[in-house]
């Protein structure tokens, strides 16, 4: 009975010194792992925000990487964590990989706008509050998200469009220089002294409110047409003042035009005698 009880603590003994050792030796080195893991990846995330906030990276793009950071360290931290207990890792690993292909193709089109959003941010082509022309949309830019753009139209309109259309076509930024043209149109008819009607336009355009000095405000002839001359009437304002510009020179020139009383624009056509 006594050998008996001996062998089975033997047995026991070497049992616990072949497996349980080795699995208690994994289970520490798991929890060390997962410790020091985590530490490490705080450590890295706190990194990356401090230098993406002295970059003045956008907030949303900073967001956005400091959570695909924060997953994809943890993917590799279980997957250390396993590779520790013994499980095979390589077949995990290529799972992953097949499943990042399968989304990546499913999702192209909504990637290709994430990467064009991440580029929009970087580059600043335009900033929230400007006055864009992108992506066949005009308007106030409200906000530029990962995917989309969202702006909002003279008249009132929300539009969004995707990054990657608004990324690949051209961008106008009226709101990039500090000042902009008012381009307009002012026919007169044949007969009409174009230096007389230059000299009073360019008199009554200088006195609309909120026009630049400097430069001076434009009164040319564009080209002679079959109503007469055509002048261009080009005040420079401010971006935000752009609208009540156009349509005050527009005022000014209906008025010039009436008070000097220049006759309507008639197309002429040469008549040849028999």
Wanted: charged share 15%; net charge positive.
């Amino acid at each position: 009975m006594g050998k008996t009880l001996e062998n089975g603590f033997t047995q026991a003994t070497l049992l616990l010194q072949t497996y349980g050792v080795p699995l208690l030796w994994k289970i520490l080195g798991v929890i060390a792992i997962w410790v020091i893991g985590a530490w490490i990846i705080i450590g890295v995330r706190n990194l990356i925000k401090r230098s993406m906030a002295v970059r003045h990276i956008d907030t949303t793009l900073a967001s956005y990487i400091d959570t695909s950071v924060g997953v994809l360290l943890k993917i590799l931290l279980v997957i250390a964590m396993l590779g520790t207990l013994g499980v095979a890792t390589t077949s995990f690993a290529a799972l992953l990989a097949a499943a990042g292909v399968a989304i990546g193709i499913a999702w192209s089109g909504l990637l290709a706008n994430f990467a064009a959003g991440v580029f929009l941010i970087m580059l600043r082509p335009f900033k929230v509050g400007d006055a864009i022309s992108a992506g066949g949309a005009s308007g106030e830019v409200k906000e530029i998200g990962m995917f989309a753009t969202t702006i909002h139209t003279a008249d009132n309109v929300r539009v969004v469009v995707g990054n990657n259309k608004i990324f690949s076509d051209n961008i106008v930024n009226y709101s990039a220089n500090p000042f902009r043209g008012v381009d307009l149109r002012c026919q007169i008819a044949h007969g009409v002294d174009s230096k007389d009607a230059i000299s009073r336009l360019k008199a009554r355009v200088g006195q609309i409110a909120n026009i630049q000095m400097s430069p001076e405000p434009v009164v040319e002839i564009l080209e002679f047409n079959a109503l007469g001359t055509l002048l261009v009437v080009r005040p420079f304002c401010n971006n935000n003042d752009y609208w009540q510009v156009y349509f005050d020179t527009n005022y000014a020139i209906q008025e010039v035009c009436g008070a000097a009383g220049y006759p309507i624009p008639e197309t002429r056509q040469a008549t040849r005698q028999i």
